[in-house]
């Protein structure tokens, strides 16, 4: 009889247990986060290189919330160009976006099978969303998760600019935080 009620015991502590992480799984919640970076360019023609390093604690949605995030999930990769100012249809040859965290470096890049990506075509299409796939995804949550400075660079070539625009890169998704 003794024997029934230490296993009615441990039966009884380990239902509570996994309750409470039950419990704690239903009050996770999920925060979006946004990081985004906005290149000028002035008189562009020819070739260009913006630069800048940015973190995903630069997003306080991330940094106030670090130590209790469970996951992370990337909703949209996005380009957009606005404020152009031209006299001509300029056209970038190809667009290249690279990302360099400590161990990855992704490239993604935008091309379009004319070899020309004209600058009024891109404004006109508003936010151009770029999908990374398989290893490029894995290794863009990891630089995401790993809150180091980022190297960003956007680089290609201007053709019949000059054109005066900014180019607005962004990165959006959610946290899960829990207890």
Known sequence: ??????????LALSLAI???EKAKDLIDTKIEFSLDETFTAKNA???????????SLDDA???????DIKSYSIESVTVTLENLETETDPSFDKID???T???NIINLPITSSDGAISLKGLQAQGA??????GDAAAALLEIIESGEDVSLKVSGTIDDGPATFDMAFSIKGKVVVGL
């Not at 023609?45 to 973190?55: A, C, D, I, Q």
């Not at 949605?61 to 130590?67: E, L, T, V």
């Open 128 to 133: 151009y969303d770029i999908t990374p796939d």
């Open 1 to 10: 009889m003794k024997s029934y009620k230490i296993l009615a015991t441990a």
């Open 45 to 55: 023609n020819g070739e260009y290189l913006f630069s800048t390093v940015f973190s």
């Open 61 to 67: 949605n991330i940094s106030d919330n670090m130590a």
């Open 101 to 103: 965290g400590t161990t």
């Open 18 to 20: 996994s309750s409470c």
């Open 97 to 99: 976006i690279l990302i």
